[in-house]
C-alpha cells in the first residue's frame, strides 16, 4: 500500500535497520519504546489488522519469529508482553505485534 509506512519500510523506500528479517516477516524496534525491549514483528505484506490475517502459513512464520525475538532478546524469563491492536485500535492499518519487556507480573503497557 503506497501511503503505508510499514509497508515503505519494507519496501526500502524508508530506511531502517531491522532486527530481523526474512522474505516475509521484518522486525525493528518501536520508533517510541515503552518498554526497554520494544520490537514490532510483522508481515512485510500489507495485511490491515489481525482479523484480516487468513494465511496459516504467514501465522506460523509470525509465531516462529516471535519466540525467536523472545529468546535473542533474553525475554523468556524476564517478562514479556505481547501485543496486538486491531479494528480502530491501532494507530498503523499494517498488522503488526508489539513484543515488549522485560517487565513484572502487575506491570502495564
Ligand atoms: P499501533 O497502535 O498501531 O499498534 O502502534 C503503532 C506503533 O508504531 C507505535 O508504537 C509507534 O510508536 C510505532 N511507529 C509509528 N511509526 C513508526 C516508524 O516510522 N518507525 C518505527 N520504528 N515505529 C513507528
Ligand atoms: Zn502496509
Redesign the pocket.
Known amino acids: 500500500m503506497s501511503d503505508c509506512?510499514?509497508c515503505k519500510?519494507a519496501n526500502r523506500e524508508?530506511p531502517?535497520e531491522f532486527t530481523y528479517e526474512d522474505s516475509d516477516v521484518m522486525v525493528?524496534?518501536?520508533?517510541?519504546?515503552?518498554k526497554p525491549i520494544?520490537l514490532?514483528i510483522m508481515p512485510k505484506k500489507h495485511i490491515r489488522d489481525f482479523s484480516e490475517l487468513a494465511d496459516n502459513s504467514l501465522l506460523d512464520k509470525l509465531r516462529i519469529v516471535i519466540q525467536r525475538m523472545i529468546k535473542e532478546q533474553k525475554l523468556e524469563n524476564r517478562g514479556y508482553r505481547l501485543?496486538?491492536?486491531g479494528g480502530g485500535?491501532?494507530?498503523?492499518?499494517?498488522l503488526?505485534i508489539?513484543l515488549l519487556g522485560p517487565l513484572g507480573k502487575a506491570a502495564s503497557m
Not at 28 to 34: K, R, Y
Open positions: 509506512i510499514f519500510i524508508v531502517k525493528f524496534p518501536d520508533i517510541n519504546p515503552v520494544h514490532l501485543v496486538v491492536n485500535a491501532q494507530i498503523i492499518d499494517h503488526h508489539h
